[in-house]
């Protein structure tokens, strides 16, 4: 049997200061050092033995020894060295973890192999035809990476069941905020139109080794099945370009890419600014420039 991992912030900062291992801003890296939480997250997952987790930014592995309690198999990505040697020595012996110490933002789609391969494999066969009934994202994110690895996730064809994660309570607004509100951009176009998205618990910076300054939130993403991930892209895409004058009426913002009169036969009005533009309706505009491509 594995040794328990340190979880507490009285066992784990002894230790990552007697091996030399410093955390820092560059990465992100906030650890959970409260136990309870940890194991709330992979409750709030609904974590089961015949699922597979996919967990991005292991650290010291706080949240990954809950998750190998729980699941079938788990497959962490930890870029740090000193890190995923820690979870090596660890957990390393343990039959059902899987560590790879990469990049999680480094692959042919902007995410490591072991990630697209892990949901392909799984996903891909449809749960049931495989090991597994289903591939979840359970992860404490960093927060340097967690906003470009949430969206490169929704943004595939195929995509986890589920995804439950920690981020910057911030982060998390601009993935669920409503049109017309100072939080919609173009993260909240591709969250609303590629899943449902809601705050499970509102989380302390106490919790964390370092402490950060911001407060964080649990949330899960649950992508909406049958969504078509082309036309989400080429929305976000598009609501990209015109958020880069988000104050300015749309066609305005639009010029060079779409003119009035496509906007109007879109069903969109021109004169509104971009922030007032629907999900849908991004969607609608994306496919008339398809259309004139």
Not at 43 to 60: F, N, P, Q
Not at 65 to 71: T, Y
Not at 208 to 224: C, G, K, Y
Not at 241 to 265: C, E, N, P, S
């Amino acid at each position: 049997m594995p040794t328990p991992i340190p979880r507490t912030k009285s066992e784990l900062a002894p230790l990552l200061e007697a091996r030399g291992l410093r955390l820092t801003k560059r990465l992100g890296q906030n650890f959970i050092v409260d136990p309870a939480l940890a194991d709330a997250i992979v409750a709030d997952a609904g974590v089961r033995s015949d699922d597979l987790v996919v967990e991005i930014g292991a650290g010291a592995g706080g949240l990954t020894q809950p998750l190998l309690e729980a699941a079938g198999r788990v497959v962490a990505v930890e870029l740090d060295r000193g890190m995923a040697a820690l979870l090596h020595e660890y957990l390393g012996d343990h039959e059902r973890f899987e560590l790879h110490q990469a990049d999680a933002l480094d692959g042919p789609e902007g995410l490591h192999p072991a990630i697209t391969d892990a949901i392909d494999r799984v996903a891909g066969e449809g749960g049931a035809a495989g090991a597994f009934r289903r591939v979840l994202v359970v992860a404490n994110l960093p927060y340097s990476c967690g906003t470009a690895v949430v969206s490169r996730l929704l943004r595939r064809d195929v995509t986890p069941a589920s995804i439950v994660a920690m981020l910057q309570r911030e982060v998390v607004d601009r993935l669920r905020a409503a049109p017309g509100t100072a939080d919609y951009g173009p993260l909240a176009v591709l969250g609303l139109l590629r899943a449902k998205v809601e705050i499970v618990r509102k989380v302390p910076p106490n919790v964390f080794l370092p402490r950060p300054a911001v407060e964080s939130a649990v949330f899960r993403v649950t992508p909406r099945p049958g969504g078509d991930a082309a036309s989400a892209r080429a929305a976000v895409d598009l609501a990209a370009i015109a958020f880069r004058m988000r104050r300015k009426r749309l066609a305005r913002a639009l010029k060079g890419t779409l003119d009035v009169t496509a906007i109007v036969a879109a069903g969109v009005d021109p004169d509104v600014r971009p922030e007032r533009v629907t999900p849908e309706q991004w969607a609608a505009l994306a496919a008339h420039v398809a259309e004139r491509a």
